[in-house]
């Protein structure tokens, strides 16, 4: 158990993100107090239920009052609306942050909304799975998993503690943590993560779509490839359709130079150019195997979730 680092901690949303942070920060004990706000009836009975925060609450403003660390775990576009309703109640010194995956317009949408007397230090933890709501948390979810903060372009003594004080909470969490600028993390999560999302979504979505191969035989001849993809396009619409559009651009120049490489994978074929499909796939295959070395997957069959405890997430049926 670590020591205490936030009296008080707030979540603003309270999906897989939001419950797992929860869930981890009481298990490592850095946390005191914790108020949950969640627009949603639905969720905010489920929280309350389930009785891992002490104060549930529609309403931000209530929920970061006298809060030390504010934790916004919404949609990317939700963002600043959320933080605004929250702004009021927001004590001199408190600490905010999120869990988007867009970083750019977050931390935008956060300056504008919220009092300078805070300290705004946004963030992204690399991690997931394609489940949501108030169950899925829990609170392994960010072992040996990356946390990427980007912190505003500020180098006084008060800010930088803050940042500090944030990245000791995300280490006593399990987390690798480290700093970016917001828009160089908006290319590489382009690359890493939000065009294999659009690629995934987009994969589904003709297989269903195919003339002559039915919805039945889909399902039923599903190889590992194919349910992998469908693994991901079962994330969250609203999240997804949030980062695309927040990301754009980023999405866009990384979908162009996809779409060139797709191109030069279909010349390959429909030449017959069997050396240049062999060295794609070799270099790729290296590709993988650094991700295994680097302990951010598993070399287990079907990526070790069949080793998993019952009741953990990933066994959840796909």
Not at 36 to 52: H, K, M, Q
Not at 154 to 174: H, I, K, N, Q, S
Request: charged share 20%; glycine share 8%; with cysteine.
């Amino acid at each position: 158990m670590s020591a205490v680092i936030y009296p008080k901690l707030a979540v603003i949303g309270c999906g897989l993100i939001g419950s797992s942070v929860i869930h981890a920060a009481r298990a490592s004990g850095v946390v005191g107090e914790v108020a949950v706000a969640d627009a949603s009836p639905a969720a905010r009975e489920r929280i309350a239920a389930l009785g891992y925060a002490d104060l549930v609450t529609a309403d931000p403003a209530e929920a970061v009052r006298d809060a030390d660390l504010v934790l916004f775990a919404v949609p990317v576009m939700a963002m600043g609306e959320a933080a605004r309703a929250a702004a009021p109640a927001l004590k001199p010194g408190a600490t905010v942050t999120d869990v988007g995956s867009v970083k750019a317009a977050v931390g935008e949408a956060l300056s504008q909304a919220l009092p300078e007397s805070c300290f705004i230090v946004p963030g992204h933890p690399i991690a997931g799975t394609e489940q949501s709501g108030p169950d899925a948390g829990f609170a392994e979810l960010f072992q040996n998993r990356w946390v990427i903060l980007t912190p505003q372009p500020r180098d006084d003594a008060p800010y930088r503690e803050a940042v500090a004080r944030l990245t000791a909470f995300w280490t006593a969490l399990g987390s690798n943590v480290d700093e970016m600028d917001d828009r160089h993390h908006d290319l590489v999560l382009a690359v890493t993560s939000h065009l294999p999302h659009l690629i995934a979504y987009t994969i589904v979505g003709a297989a269903a779509d195919l003339e002559g191969v039915t919805r039945g035989e889909v399902m039923k001849y599903s190889a590992g490839g194919f349910r992998d993809f469908t693994r991901i396009a079962a994330s969250d619409p609203t999240m997804w359709r949030d980062v695309f559009l927040s990301n754009k651009d980023a999405v866009l120049e990384i979908l162009g130079r996809f779409t060139e490489d797709l191109q030069a994978m279909s010349r390959a074929i429909r030449w017959g150019e069997g050396d240049k499909l062999f060295d794609h796939f070799s270099r790729t295959r290296e590709i993988r195997r650094g991700i295994i070395a680097a302990g951010q997957e598993s070399a287990e069959p079907n990526f070790g979730r069949d080793h998993r405890a019952p009741g953990h997430p990933d066994t959840k049926p796909q």
